[in-house]
């Protein structure tokens, strides 16, 4: 995995990201760069996760300190008895959505068309379209990160982000069209800061931390990304100044980092109620058992008393 360290900080921490080291990451990269983290005493190293890891088993190994997670992978396992404890959210909103051909204006649309999802999506957002759309099981297709077929295919839709696979589409002359969850109803966070129960509650001085450093590196980020770009740059040999500018700029036209409660209670935030939204979400579509103890899935003692506001 790439990793990028800086030295002479006293507390070794080591966050795991849930894909490679692109803009979606960018405000850890920043947070690096500008030296948040050392002045914090947290020597910080950042590895990016491959589609084949399982993220949350590093962290609960102790193989790695933090991890970029999903709101219904923290409640799903903390109800399984698993100590994950979200501290902030990187993004106020997910930023999935599903890729279409550009003749496409609705998801109403796409009933009967064959739609690309990962093996994960079955228990994420899959069954909320279902309902939603009147879609069925026998439309989904396996989706691998090629999106080949997606382009062969032009009845085919894909699940997506804007910064990464509309950047390819881009990229490769298809005309697209991008249908944001969160604009549509999806109710989770976008790449909470998760990390053990036991670290959260026994080691609070380096949490807050390694929370205050990184949501001012995603405030300067959005500012000035030069820094943290330039590595994020040595940390993935594939990505591109181009697609690290059209990644940011597509962050910045969805207000990635931004809500209402962010106006006043800074960058990170999380509210209990749109945990419980979340919560109420999955258990309606059965994905979480009505008993759950949905609550011991996040805290927000840390960002409600930091207050990093945005630029």
Do not use: C
């Amino acid at each position: 995995m790439p990793s990028i360290r800086r030295a002479r900080a006293a507390t070794p921490i080591r966050l795991v990201t849930s894909w490679y080291a692109q803009a979606e990451f960018g405000g850890f990269y920043e947070a690096l760069a500008k030296g948040y983290y050392a002045a914090e005493g947290l020597d910080v190293r950042i590895e990016a996760a491959s589609p084949q890891m399982n993220v949350p088993q590093l962290l609960l190994a102790g193989q790695a300190d933090f991890i970029t997670g999903y709101d219904f992978q923290i409640l799903s396992a903390v109800a399984s008895g698993i100590p994950l404890v979200a501290v902030a959210s990187t993004f106020q909103h997910d930023q999935q959505g599903l890729m279409t051909h550009d003749d496409i204006t609705s998801l109403d649309q796409l009933r009967g068309h064959p739609i690309l999802i990962a093996s994960s999506s079955h228990v994420t957002f899959w069954p909320w379209l279902k309902e939603k759309y009147g879609f069925d099981d026998a439309q989904a297709a396996r989706y691998t990160f090629n999106l080949q077929p997606f382009f062969a295919n032009p009845a085919a839709a894909v699940q997506a982000y804007a910064s990464s696979e509309v950047w390819d589409a881009q990229r490769n002359n298809v005309p697209v069209r991008f249908f944001p969850f969160a604009g549509l109803g999806y109710p989770p966070y976008g790449a909470p800061i998760v990390t053990t129960r036991q670290k959260s509650a026994g080691q609070e001085d380096t949490v807050r931390g390694f929370i205050r450093a990184s949501l001012m590196g995603w405030r300067d980020y959005m500012d000035d990304p030069a820094p943290g770009n330039d590595l994020i740059l040595k940390a993935n040999t594939r990505m591109t100044p181009d697609h690290l500018a059209f990644g940011i700029a597509t962050l910045k036209k969805a207000g990635a980092l931004l809500s209402p409660d962010t106006a006043t209670r800074g960058i990170g935030t999380m509210t209990t109620e749109r945990w419980k939204a979340t919560r109420d979400f999955m258990v309606a579509h059965k994905l979480l058992a009505e008993t759950a103890d949905w609550q011991s899935a996040f805290t927000t003692s840390y960002v409600d008393t930091l207050r990093i506001m945005p630029s």
